[in-house]
């Protein structure tokens, strides 16, 4: 009776291998650290897609694509590292959806992703540093470099009448990266940083880092930190100190956590975070609405699309082998040279195999417009956010 | 009016935080001064009984505002910190009769009860992050500001805001009533002069019938009490992390150590020390100094001695200073 239990199931195993099978996804975002409050998206977002490639039952010959969860902490990149690592070794994923802040998943990326060979696709990691860091080919990102949110944001602190800004930093790669690209872009369009300021995370106190930012001066302070951290920090002693009283956030300070703890005090403050008003966008907060997610949060669509340009990747190569799926991605993402590929939005997936399987070249849009330039990453599309009434509002799109 | 600026920028970015933070560090080195002075020994457990202390509190003002009830311009905190020195008080009296109690019996040396303190900081620091966990807790309501910056910059016409947030207020009165309590404590009331006998002599104070059990347990209660408050009113003018609790151990020692370890005035003075001492190596005086000289002479940097980030380092430096050329401390307390 034991062998022929055996016996089937070995048999069963080998014939379902060539049919349908199980692919593991890793989820690799910072469920607990400095954006802890936007990862439960994050996740669903990519899950989101796996499940509509799964359910659409015509993935691979009705394979199904499974997510595994892991958590790199944002901060720390030995954590990170050792989930990424939990992912690949043990739970054999295929592709990794993450990591979700820079330092960590450069670090990921050294020390798991190339040695073993597997992709990553990020959809939140957006440091300049990234752009240039070896990758074999295996990493992209559907979030844009902060070198892009550099000039958007110069470009807006110049509309809004600014000529000096004072500027501070959460001290890692993320933070330092970003304010050295908005430095920069303002710098060269004629605007003055009077200070350019790292603050550490995790600190009760910031009373002495704004004395100094409020002794630079400057008509606003912009704040490249993390809403659940530092940045917030810095915020209640600017706003208690009243050494400043608007803020520029970029997309690390965007979320609704940051209006609901500072209150009243943030109205009028500002910033901008990658996301765009693309057809796909809507199509896509619809369906986490559905879910019971808000498809508006940070980095969500970015994860929606990185799993599923992962999934249509493979199906275009037809193999889960990253080695060998890792060179769809590019091809997926922006379609022919021509333009000719159709265009395929959340919730088409299904379609998009089809039109793989007969051969038909596609352009994957997805939630965020996807188009990925140089070594793989977005192009970049920010939506402008203005903090009215206690609330995240979106102003505009560029 | 430029030298009105200058001193309402120091007021706002030096002086008030810094008097803020110096009586939450002196009442802090209070509570460690107290232990040494009349157990013998340096209670690292200190910050987490703080924590501790705070925690309960907390709980308390969260279980105080879903009924409804609060102090209206002054935080709710206040309200539940009776309760929290109590719940605090029963904890530290717990842990002496089950951990301490052993060592004192034993007669055990000041260095291994020091290490034994060390131990009792883990449990702590561990039961406090099991009930309320790692993250920030912020709990402070009420009124936010005494003076709203916005609104001095609008009446004055000063270029420069002052702001005084009411937990601010609340700390520097809240410190000067328990140091005059104390203070009288200690002086006038029959108990308190036990304790300072116990403190300047254990053998002479158990003949004259002091009953040593009573004055330990007593002592246990009021540095409960000043850690307890010491911590809520930290928590309630920056905010509450286990761990920031437990960093705060460093300025604390610091300042008992600089004022002289067993003195009470010393601890008070020490705090003021250390916290000044800090805000003014790593301020950026160059608002200050621009008001102050003419337009020509108008410095460039920041005029700043240290980076924030070395906060910390400023009193570990004063506290090597003052073990070199003062070993006593400035008020002389007892020398180990």
Redesign the interface.
Known sequence: MKKLLLATVATAALTGAGLAEEVKIGVLTGFTGGIESLAPTIAAGSELALKELSDSGKFMGGSTLVPVRGDDTCGDSAAGTAAAERLVTSDQVKGIVGGSCSGVTGAVLQNVARPNGVVMISPSATSPALTTAEDDGLFFRTAPSDAREGEVMAELLLEKGMKSIALTYTNNDYGKGLAESIANAFTAKGGTVT?NA???D????Y??????L????GDMLVVAGYLDQGGK?IIQAAL????F?TFGLPGGMIGDSLPQ?IGAGLDGSWGQIAGSDSQGAAMFEEQMKANGFDGTSAYSPEAYDAAALIGLAMAAANSTDPKVYKDKVMEIANGPADGSGEKIYPGELGKALDLIAAGTPIDFEGATAVTLIGPGESAGRYRVIEVKGGKNETVGFR | MDILNALVAFLNFVFIPGLAYGAQLALGALGVTLIYGILRFSNFAHGDTMAFGTMVTILLTWAFQSAGIGLGPLPTALLALPFGIAATAAFVLATDRMVYRFYRRQKATPTLVVIVSLGVMFVMNGIVRLIIGVEDQNFADGARFLINPQEFKAATGLAEPLAIKTTQAVTVVAAVVVVALLFWFLQKTRTGKSMRAFSDNEDLALLSGINPDRVVAVTWIIAAGIATIAGVLYGLDKTFKPFTYFQLLLPIFAAAIVGGLGSPLGAIAGGFVIAFSEVMLTNAWKKIVTYLVPESMAPDGLVQLLSTDYKFAVSFTILIIVLLFMPTGLFKGKSL
């Open positions: 200070i790292a603050h550490e995790g600190k009760a106190d009373s002495a880092e704004v004395a100094a409020a002794s630079a001066g920090g208690d100190t009243g050494a009283s703890a």
